[in-house]
């Protein structure tokens, strides 16, 4: 691994025991936006993953590496910095064909063109530098490779201080550290205008094919009537872009 030259974001939110048991409950329950409102858009977005090389940035428990493999993907390399998660990924994973690093993103170091798909789900926001990340996975990317990412909607990132379900935004043009509360205080984020994303994509060098934001869909809101705010104001950005081919 290269550990020289990068910005990392010293946050370890995820090894706090506290906010590790409140957010893993709410994910276990399946209560939050992920399986409503991200995972359907998310997947569809995906290139076919038949023998893909895959790598998962921010894979919390694992759970995407392993839908990953379930579509065909020939290996996925789990990437998260939070040893709680790191331990749950390895113990919830029975699959030769996932392996996990317990890492920072920014400090992940692989050979160029190597890998077929890098994705990230709602980890980004979680991201100081941005754009040497982005620069960085481009370059594992082999030309036509995919990058797919979801995070939280800058509509949701920019004013937290607003409460958890805004439907009003508020200091959206400054972007930057946002202290939150999500099950303990101290939960550091970053806001990141949505142009300032896509720009950074694109000055990866990468070609942004689609950018989503998703609402719940109609079946999740029969059966969950709460999630109605966020067919008001988006709760997650998804994008993805390609590695253009030589011309
Ligand atoms: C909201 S969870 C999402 C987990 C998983 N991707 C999913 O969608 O189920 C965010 C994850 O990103 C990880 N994370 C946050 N910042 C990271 C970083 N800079 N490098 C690697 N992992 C990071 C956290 O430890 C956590 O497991």
């Given at each position: 691994m290269g550990w020289h030259n990068v910005s990392v974001s010293?946050?370890?939110?995820?090894?706090?025991e506290v906010f590790f048991a409140g957010y893993q409950a709410m994910r276990d329950a399946r209560?939050?936006?992920?399986?409503?409102?991200?995972q359907p858009a998310f997947l569809a977005l995906?290139?076919?993953?038949?023998?893909a090389v895959v790598v998962d940035l921010?894979?919390?428990?694992g759970q995407l590496c392993r839908v990953l493999v379930d579509k065909g993907a020939k290996s996925v390399l789990g990437v998260d910095h939070s040893a709680r998660m790191f331990a749950l990924a390895e113990k919830r994973t029975v699959d030769d064909r996932v392996r996990y690093l317990k890492s920072f993103a920014e400090q992940v170091t692989l050979p160029a063109s190597s890998v077929d798909l890098v994705t990230s789900s709602l980890?980004?926001?979680?991201?100081?530098?941005l754009p040497p990340l982005l620069e960085r996975l481009a370059t594992w990317l082999r030309p036509g490779g995919w990058f797919v990412a979801s995070m939280e909607h800058p509509v949701v990132t920019a004013a937290p201080e607003l409460g958890s379900h805004p439907c009003i935004v508020d200091?959206?043009?400054?972007?930057g550290e946002r202290d939150t509360t999500w099950?303990?205080?101290?939960?550091v984020k970053y806001h990141r205008r949505i142009s300032t994303i896509i720009n950074g994509v694109i000055d990866a060098g990468l070609a942004i094919r689609r950018v989503i934001e998703p609402t719940p869909t109609t079946e999740s809101l029969v059966q969950?009537?709460?999630?109605?705010?966020y067919g008001r104001l988006p709760a997650v950005l998804i994008l993805a872009a390609t590695k253009p081919l030589p011309r």
């Open positions: 010293m946050q370890n939110i995820y090894d706090d209560s939050g936006i992920n399986e409503a409102v991200k995906l290139p076919p993953l038949d023998d921010g894979c919390g428990d980890a980004l926001h979680y991201v100081a530098d200091n959206y043009a400054s972007e099950y303990v205080e101290g939960v969950r009537p709460n999630l109605d705010h």
